[in-house]
């Protein structure tokens, strides 16, 4: 089965500062992808980024960045110079894959959430 | 960039009555998803849909819901006698294909049930 841990339940940092939101996960998939999502307090759900497995390079989108290690399967979100507007519910997602079983076969577990506040 | 739409954003119903939510899907989408979330905690999966037949549920999906899709466009979630436990967040999702590609989520119906 599929799991997806953020161990972090509520972060707190004042603007400017740099934050790293941490998930790990399981899965049995030898190929997988990953999703950020974002939910900001009107609560819809915005998807931020996607990574598949075979690429474990560090990406960068202007304040975002993300490191993916599959030795640790890990999967952590940096934000640089933090913001009030960054203040939201981050979730880490992972879709079943096809060794899940046909049916569950893109299903996503997401994990707990990371409540990020950001204060002015 | 086409999205998926859901009506109503906020439903408030009495206990015990039917409620059905909407949820548009993007047009070439062929997979489809509803997701819960009760306030505080983490987005958990209900059912899928494909091919006009649900692909799997999870254990909340029990005999009060039910989804379909009538007219090709429209794929509704049924709650047939709402409990208070039902108070949550309902999110659709669709994708063209699955596990590479994100989930393309609703903007959600808020559920409150009295």
């Known amino acids: 089965a599929q799991k997806v841990t953020q161990a972090q339940t509520e972060i707190s940092v004042v603007e400017k500062e740099d934050v790293t939101l941490d998930c790990v996960y399981e899965?049995?998939?030898?190929?997988?992808?990953l999703f950020w999502y974002k939910q900001p307090p009107s609560g819809e759900l915005v998807f931020l980024i996607r990574?598949?497995?075979?690429?474990?390079q560090n990406e960068i989108s202007g304040r975002y960045s993300w490191n993916f290690q599959k030795s640790t399967s890990s999967f952590n979100f940096t934000i640089t110079a933090s913001q009030v507007v960054d203040s939201a519910v981050y979730f880490c997602?992972?879709?079943?894959?096809?060794?899940?079983?046909?049916?569950?076969?893109?299903?996503?577990?997401f994990g707990q959430g990371t409540i990020l506040t950001v204060h002015p | 960039e086409p999205e998926v739409t859901q009506t109503p954003s906020h439903q408030v119903t009495q206990m015990g009555q039917e409620v059905i939510l909407r949820c548009v899907p993007i047009?070439?989408?062929?997979?489809f998803y509803w997701y819960r979330q009760i306030l505080g905690q983490k987005v958990e999966f209900l059912v899928s849909?494909?091919?006009?037949?649900?692909?799997?549920k999870s254990e909340i999906f029990d005999d009060q819901f039910s989804v379909e899709r009538p007219d090709g466009s429209n794929f509704t979630l049924k709650i047939r006698s709402t409990k208070l436990e039902d108070s949550a967040m309902y999110f659709c999702?669709?994708?063209?294909?699955?596990?590479?590609?994100?989930?393309?989520f609703g903007d959600g119906t808020r559920l409150s049930i009295l």
């Open positions: 997602a992972l879709p079943a894959g096809p060794n899940a079983g046909g049916t569950s076969y893109g299903k996503l577990t």
């Open positions: 899965t049995r998939d030898t190929t997988y992808y």
């Open positions: 990574r598949n497995s075979f690429d474990e």
């Open positions: 849909f494909y091919n006009n037949e649900i692909s799997e």
């Open positions: 047009s070439n989408h062929l997979y």
């Open positions: 999702a669709s994708i063209r294909e699955r596990g590479n590609q994100p989930q393309h």
